[in-house]
């Protein structure tokens, strides 16, 4: 059986970081079973959200113990002709979150 991989968005993570009591249950459990991985355009937005050096080494270390999905081309590729075939129906949708 295939192995299920969430990435968890950065407004998740915001919550998460939060102590909202819902979002830790569900994010630690799916810790626990690691099926919850990160993405670069993830770690970004997050890392320049921090208020002070210390907060920013904290959420590094943080980071470093989720695991990288690596997206493949053909997984970027998808995205564009999926992301085209949207436009040419009048739907625009940013790749990255606005």
Not at 2 to 28: G, L, R
Request: charged share 30%.
């Amino acid at each position: 059986m295939q192995k299920t991989k969430i990435i968890v968005d950065t407004s998740i993570w915001i919550e998460y970081f939060k102590n909202s009591p819902e979002v830790v249950a569900v994010i630690e459990e799916n810790l626990i079973e690691n099926n919850i991985f990160v993405a670069g355009p993830i770690i970004s937005e997050l890392l320049q959200g921090v208020k002070s050096e210390k907060e920013y080494e904290k959420l590094l270390n943080c980071i470093d113990a989720i695991p990288f999905l690596e997206g493949k081309v053909q997984d970027w590729k998808k995205a564009g002709k999926i992301s085209f075939n949207l436009r040419r129906k009048g739907i625009t949708i940013p790749l990255t979150d606005h």
